[in-house]
C-alpha cells in the first residue's frame, strides 16, 4: 500500500490533483466554522437540538447550520441548477437540441446551470433567513439580531 502511495506521489499531476483538493477540504472546513454575521450561533444551536428536522438538515450539510456558517449552502444551489436544467431538457426543444449536439451543447447547458444557481442560491438563502426569523416568533428566541434589511 505504501509503495502505490509513494508511485501516486512521484507523479507530479496527481500529486498537485491530491493536494487541490486537500487544500478545499480544508479551506471549506475552516470557513464552515465562521458564522453569517448577525446571528445569535447559541440560540440557533439551542433551537436545532429542539427541531429534529432541522438537527438532520444540519448534520447532511456538514455542520454547517448549526453555526449559520458563510458556506452553509455548499453546493446545494448548483445540484439544484443542475436538477431543474435535466427536467428542463424534457420539456424544452431548444434545451434538448442542445443536449443532443454533443459536447458544445453540453457546455452550454453546464453554463447555464452556473448561471441559475447564483439567484437560487440568493433565493435559498432568503428562505432559511425567513425561516430563522420566524422561530423568533413562534417562541424559538431570536436568532437574528441586527438584520433590519432583511425584516
Known amino acids: ?3 502505490s502511495l509513494q508511485r501516486i ?23 464552515a466554522h465562521i458564522p ?3 446571528v445569535d450561533v447559541e440560540a440557533l444551536r439551542g433551537f436545532l437540538t429542539g427541531n429534529q428536522i432541522l438537527g438532520l ?3 447532511f450539510s456538514g455542520g454547517t447550520i448549526q453555526n ?3 458556506v452553509m449552502l455548499g453546493v446545494a444551489p448548483y445540484i439544484t441548477a443542475s436538477i431543474i ?5 424534457m420539456v424544452i426543444p431548444q434545451l434538448e437540441e442542445l ?3 454533443g459536447e ?3 457546455q452550454k447547458i453546464n453554463a447555464y446551470t452556473r448561471f441559475a444557481s447564483v439567484p437560487l442560491a440568493v433565493l435559498q438563502a432568503f428562505a432559511l433567513l425567513r425561516l430563522l426569523g420566524s422561530t423568533a416568533a413562534g417562541g424559538g428566541g431570536q436568532i437574528l439580531v441586527n438584520l433590519s434589511t432583511f425584516q
Request: charge should be positive; glycine fraction near 6%; proline fraction near 2%.
Open 1 to 3: 500500500m505504501f509503495e
Open 9 to 31: 506521489w512521484k507523479i507530479k499531476s496527481l500529486r498537485h490533483s491530491i493536494l487541490f483538493v486537500v487544500g478545499l477540504l480544508v479551506l471549506f472546513r475552516a470557513t
Open 36 to 38: 453569517v454575521p448577525g
Open 57 to 59: 438538515l444540519n448534520v
Open 68 to 70: 449559520f456558517s458563510i
Open 85 to 89: 436544467f435535466q427536467l428542463l431538457t
Open 99 to 101: 443536449q443532443k449536439e
Open 104 to 106: 458544445s451543447g453540453q
